[in-house]
């Protein structure tokens, strides 16, 4: 009883609102705006819309150069008809078969009949782009090195324990053959890092191929370098006589050098003075000329930097047999 009796209620507040002049007003409104979207539909319009691409290869074939993935239609027609594009549940896809030759295009007109399926009754004003060059060619595979491309600065007093190193080395790329034929390397997205303390681990994108079609086995790589502080060492080291006549006695004065170069501290007790090697070569002497001979330092470890020696010449006595 008390449903039946909100029902009537309401029933008879909506009939005495159709009695007021705001719902003779809201009932005018709503005709003219009928009438007035009527008028409106039934004019021309332009408008634009795309079309997916979708491309069939015969088997082993690939793109030379990628074409258009979509078309872009300007189409012209009335307000009606142009509604029944834009609200057609189906998302507009137009296949093309690309055929065995190597250059070959889809022209205007093969597009402007394709185009027709997709646009009702409307008028087709431009089809963009106007026509589809096609370019194909036999799939290829190499596998090239991949080149790091860093620019790395350390901090003072340290150094790199080993090389910068990265995994995987190699990359397998699969593209057109003319273009995969002209790739002998592949470079690494820039590694950039300054005054650096500690070892290096971090991922890095392979640079992209401005041909779009080239595919790359692997996106990264993962690269590491040990760092490490380094600190000063010095030792004693004895100096070498090369190359000089049986005839002749060469006195050195001193017999042995300072090395002084900066090495790692987990390198530092190992290095010792018999991994240096520094020599007098005589055969790039003139004795009557030098008053005093150059050392050279013919061998070091790779793991040492920063090396000098002292002094850098020594004073010589030369003496021949029976003097």
């Known amino acids: 009883m008390e449903k039946e009796s909100l029902d009537k209620e309401k029933e008879g507040s909506f009939r005495a609102f159709l009695k007021t002049d705001r719902a003779i007003l809201t009932a005018c409104i709503s005709i003219a705006f009928v009438f007035w979207f009527m008028t409106k539909m039934s004019y021309s319009y332009k408008s634009s819309f795309f079309i997916r691409l979708d491309y069939i290869l015969p088997d082993e074939k690939v793109f030379t150069t990628l074409p258009p993935k979509q078309l872009e239609v300007d189409i012209e027609g009335t307000g009606w008809q142009l509604l029944s594009v834009f609200v057609s549940k189906r998302e507009p896809i137009l296949e093309i078969m690309a055929t065995n030759k190597e250059v070959s295009k889809v022209s205007a007109a093969v597009l402007r009949n394709k185009v027709m399926d997709f646009v009702d009754n409307n008028k087709i004003l431009h089809i963009i782009p106007e026509y589809i060059p096609i370019q194909t060619e036999k799939a290829a595979t190499k596998t090239v090195p991949i080149e790091l491309d860093y620019q790395v600065t350390l901090a003072p007093l340290f150094q790199f324990k080993d090389s910068i190193w990265i995994s995987p080395k190699e990359v397998q790329i699969t593209g057109p053959a003319s273009v995969v034929k002209a790739i002998d390397k592949w470079k690494t997205t820039p590694l950039i890092l300054q005054n650096v303390k500690k070892s290096i681990e971090t991922s890095l994108m392979l640079k992209t191929h401005p041909n779009l079609n ?7 790589v993962l690269c590491t370098a040990k760092v490490e502080e380094t ?3 010095q030792l004693e080291v004895p100096v070498f006589i090369e190359n000089a006549p049986d005839d002749l006695l060469l006195v050195l004065l001193p017999k042995v050098v300072t090395v002084y170069c900066r090495v790692g501290l987990s390198d530092y007790e190992k290095l010792k003075g018999s991994d240096f090697k520094v020599v007098i070569d005589f055969k790039k002497i003139d004795l009557n000329k030098e008053e005093k001979i150059t050392v050279v330092l013919k061998k070091y470890p790779a793991y040492v930097s920063k090396i000098s020696v002292k002094p ?12």
């Open 214 to 220: 080239i595919r790359f086995d692997t996106s990264k």
């Open 231 to 233: 600190t000063e060492k």
């Open 312 to 323: 850098q010449k020594v004073d010589f006595i030369v003496r021949k047999d029976g003097w």
